[in-house]
């Protein structure tokens, strides 16, 4: 290795190349992102319709929807696994690759807090099973981390977040099944780690390589602990609106913030499917500001949240849309260029 970042496919969608073997081989574990970004949408939507006192219909739908689109892949990454296990062993080994293993788990939690208020029984099933793969995956790329024989600074990237950050996800559904001693262990180690990496991701930043272009969109996921942590927190410790929540949310809005004058550098990239990195994040923070409108009230919050939940839509659309076309013109499941 040279110390710089390998060229990985977290999400490959540029330009069109000759596909060597099964296109099933090369789905990428990164494609749960999409199930990531659809739950963030249904839960935005769920606290859009409570704040201005309509039905959730909607919400329902797009929870249906989204379990959906996560059986369909979790079908077709389990074919992945039974035809081409040592693909999908590289991948859970991959310095780069192996942060978005967790999608899968993390998918299963938030579906689970998506089907609570209409079907408990399926929600509980989807937790047990999410928080326990959730908790191996954790285990097994942390002490990855520590063994340390594969990986490099070059390496870090934001999205080293989702495994041992992406804990915080637990409590959302936890705390409502009646796991709460659960939650909280989920909650800890995901605060701790964010801590951890989010001054390893920001030296790496600063002061080693650019990330390169199909990874650019994973910086917003920066926004998604803090603005996680806050929905979690708040459901941990009853909803009371204390010092901790404020300083979570807030630095989950200064990191939005951050996200948006940084949005004409992302609007020059081709689309990669990495560019589903936008979309749980942005749910996220839109939820935390439903919240807060319901906790502080006045008109800012509640504008805020309209308007984000507007632009979340839009922008879940968009991804559709461009996800839909790089399917049609054979631009998705390419052979990794590192």
């Known amino acids: 290795m040279n110390g710089k970042a390998e060229a990985p496919t977290p999400a490959s969608g540029g330009g069109a190349q000759p596909i060597e073997g099964s296109r099933l081989k090369f789905f990428p574990v990164s494609f749960f992102a999409m199930t990531m970004g659809l739950s963030g949408l249904t839960l935005a939507w769920r606290k859009g319709a409570a704040l201005l006192g309509t039905t959730g219909l909607a919400a329902?739908?797009?929870?249906?929807?989204?379990?959906?689109?996560?059986?369909?892949?979790?079908?077709?990454?389990?074919?992945?696994?039974?035809?081409?296990?040592?693909?999908?062993?590289?991948e859970l080994n991959h310095p780069v690759m192996s942060a978005f293993a967790p999608t899968i788990s993390i998918s299963l939690l938030l579906l689970a807090q998506c089907m609570l208020p209409i079907?408990?029984?399926?929600?509980?099933?989807?937790?047990?099973i999410g928080a326990a793969l959730h908790l191996v995956l954790t285990l097994h790329i942390v002490r990855n981390w520590v063994d340390k024989e594969h990986f490099e600074l070059g390496h870090i990237n934001p999205a080293w977040f989702i495994?041992?950050?992406?804990?915080v996800v637990a409590p959302l559904a936890g705390v409502g099944l009646g796991h709460?001693?659960?939650?909280w262990f989920f909650f800890a180690v995901g605060v701790s780690?964010?801590?951890i990496l989010l001054v390893i991701v920001f030296?790496?930043?600063?002061?080693?390589?650019?990330?390169?272009?199909?990874?650019?969109?994973?910086?917003?996921i920066l926004i998604a602990p803090p603005a996680v942590g806050f929905l979690a927190y708040m459901n941990l410790q009853g909803g009371a609106l204390d010092?901790?929540?404020?300083?979570?949310?807030?630095?989950?809005?200064?990191?939005?913030?951050?996200?948006?004058?940084?949005?004409p550098r992302f609007f020059k990239l081709p689309f990669f499917l990495s560019w589903w990195a936008y979309s749980f994040p942005s749910a996220a923070v839109t939820v935390a500001t439903?919240?807060?409108a319901e906790k502080v009230g006045g008109a800012f919050f509640h504008w805020l949240a309209l308007i984000m939940l507007a632009a979340l839509s839009v922008l879940i659309a968009w991804l559709v849309l461009n996800t839909g076309r790089a399917i049609a013109a054979g631009r998705i499941c390419q052979p990794p260029k590192g």
Do not use: C
């Open 60 to 90: 329902h739908a797009l929870g249906f929807f989204t379990l959906a689109v996560f059986a369909v892949m979790l079908g077709i990454y389990l074919a992945k696994a039974f035809r081409y296990p040592q693909a999908v062993a590289n």
């Open 119 to 128: 079907l408990p029984g399926l929600a509980a099933w989807l937790w047990g």
């Open 163 to 167: 495994p041992a950050v992406g804990n």
């Open 180 to 183: 709460s001693e659960l939650s």
């Open 193 to 195: 780690f964010w801590v």
């Open 203 to 220: 030296y790496r930043i600063l002061f080693h390589d650019p990330l390169p272009p199909m990874l650019l969109p994973t910086l917003f």
């Open 243 to 263: 010092a901790f929540a404020r300083v979570l949310y807030y630095l989950a809005l200064f990191f939005t913030l951050l996200m948006v004058i940084e949005l």
């Open 290 to 292: 439903f919240v807060m």
